[in-house]
């Protein structure tokens, strides 16, 4: 037994780099998915970059809703630009590898972002409860002070949870192989390569968050319940269309967040296979930060004008430099 231990323990320490899961050997098809991601990558870039630049510029914007989407439009930027430059690399030069300290790197920095993600929709969820159901105490409840304490509970509890996951997944020795079957350093893949029942310990305490994610999940589907109940009472028309179509597609963008990663981190074994974690992974990983600003700012009027100015600012800027320097 000590000398089967030894054995688990050296090839666990052999390994220096790991391999990434192989799109296809078809030299076309690693260039589309290359051209593909990259358009996702930059319309997240434009998309979160516009978003930060205008709550940061307009005095407007300067309000608890806004700060939490600047909030989450930096977490979107950190986890899309943690996963999909490197797969990019990988197709554009075909290759597979990434070292081992890169996917460990990889696997804190990506479970630290979402995690601290999802906490802060778990806040922007109740702000808007709390503007919509109990406007008189608003100010009271979501001062600046609050705000910046809520923002920093949600980065702080991501880090934690990263740092728990991280040390405990890569401390589980490993001895079947080094192939990642996923884009990226995936905790549920990582775990495949460990040793016979050794990754339980790392099973049971993503069970636990898990559990806890589901626990944040019914407290934002609550709040929205009281939201809309809310709205039920508006004797305005318009304004509970307006209302409706705001909160709508904020609460299938969490549903799609969490039922996919949920599925991504719990599923079973048996219905597991390449394709399928691909797809789940760039559900829960790459569509959420492409599709939150333009969800986030479809029917926000104010937001819509703040990005606007600043658009037709710079472009007029960049029209007069050549006359005014000549």
């Known amino acids: 037994m000590p000398h089967a231990q030894q054995k688990q323990m050296s090839n666990s320490s052999s390994i220096t780099q790991f391999l990434l899961l192989a799109f296809t050997d078809t030299r076309e098809l690693q260039l589309l998915h290359f051209w593909l991601f990259l358009a996702i990558y930059l319309a997240a870039l434009l998309g979160n970059g516009l978003i930060i630049t205008a709550v940061t510029c307009d005095h407007h914007l300067h309000t608890p809703m806004y700060f939490f989407l600047l909030n989450l439009s930096v977490l979107d930027l950190g986890y899309i630009s943690t996963t999909v430059p490197k797969s990019m690399a990988n197709s554009l030069w075909d290759t597979r590898t990434i070292s081992y300290l890169g996917c460990a790197a990889q696997l804190f920095v990506f479970f630290f972002l979402i995690s601290a993600e999802f906490c802060l929709l778990t806040v922007m969820a109740y702000d808007r409860y709390v503007a919509i159901c109990k406007p008189l105490h608003y ?188």
């Open 139 to 326: 100010g009271t409840l979501l001062g600046s002070r609050a705000c910046v304490h809520m923002a920093a509970a949600a980065w702080g509890t991501g880090f934690i949870y990263a740092l728990l996951h991280t040390v405990n997944t890569l401390s589980i020795p490993l001895c079947q192989g080094n192939a990642v079957d996923q884009f990226f350093c995936e905790i549920p893949q990582i775990l495949k390569l460990s040793c016979s029942h050794s990754y339980l310990r790392e099973a049971g305490l993503l069970v636990v968050s898990i559990l806890v994610i589901l626990s944040c999940f019914v407290f934002i589907v609550v709040s929205y319940v009281e939201i809309f109940r809310a709205v039920l009472r508006i004797p305005s028309q318009q304004g509970r269309h307006k209302t409706f179509s705001t909160c709508l597609p904020h609460l299938a963008v969490v549903s799609l967040f969490v039922s996919t990663g949920t599925f991504a981190y719990l599923k079973p074994p048996s219905i597991s296979s390449p394709l399928l974690n691909f797809i789940v992974a760039v559900l829960y990983s790459v569509v959420p930060p492409a599709v939150n600003p333009l969800i986030y700012s479809m029917r926000n009027q104010q937001l819509q004008d703040a990005i606007w100015k600043l658009i037709t600012g710079c472009f007029s800027g960049a029209m007069s430099f050549p006359s005014s320097s000549a």
